[in-house]
Nanobody
C-alpha cells in the first residue's frame, strides 16, 4: 500500500489550495482516509477524515468550515480543499489510511502513511 501526497507549496493568507493523496494497493480494505499535519515544534495533529465506503466526514474544530475533504473512489484519491488559509495552517501535511473501525481522529487507527507534503502560508 502506498500513499502519495501532493499539492503543497507556498500560499498567502486568505488564499485557497487543494492537497491530493493518491493511493495504490489494497484500497478495498480501507475504512477511513485522513489528513494530519505537523507544524514546526509541535506534535502531529488530526485535520480531517473521510470513510472510504460511505463518505462520512470528520473535521478538527480549527479547520471546520474552512477545509473540505472528499474522495474519488474510482481514482483512489482523497482531496483536502483548504480555504481561508492563515499562517497557523503552515505544516507538513500527511495523508493516512486505516482499515479498522475506530476513532478517526487518532493516529493509532491509521496503519498506512504517506510521505507528507510541506505547505506554508505567509501573512
Amino acid at each position: 500500500v502506498q500513499l502519495q501526497a501532493s499539492g503543497g507549496g507556498l500560499m498567502q493568507a486568505g488564499g485557497s489550495l487543494r492537497l491530493s493523496c493518491a493511493a495504490s494497493g489494497r484500497t478495498f480494505s480501507w475504512y477511513v482516509l485522513g489528513w494530519f499535519r505537523q507544524a514546526p515544534g509541535k506534535e502531529r495533529e488530526f485535520v480531517a477524515a473521510i470513510t472510504w465506503s460511505r463518505g462520512t466526514t470528520y473535521y478538527a474544530d480549527y479547520v471546520k468550515g474552512r477545509f473540505a475533504i472528499s474522495r474519488d473512489n474510482a481514482k483512489n484519491t482523497v482531496h483536502l480543499q483548504m480555504n481561508s488559509l492563515n499562517p497557523e495552517d503552515t505544516a507538513v501535511y500527511y495523508c493516512a489510511a486505516g482499515d479498522s473501525i475506530g476513532l478517526v481522529t487518532s493516529e493509532i487507527l491509521y496503519n498506512y502513511w504517506g510521505q507528507g507534503t510541506q505547505f506554508t502560508v505567509s501573512s
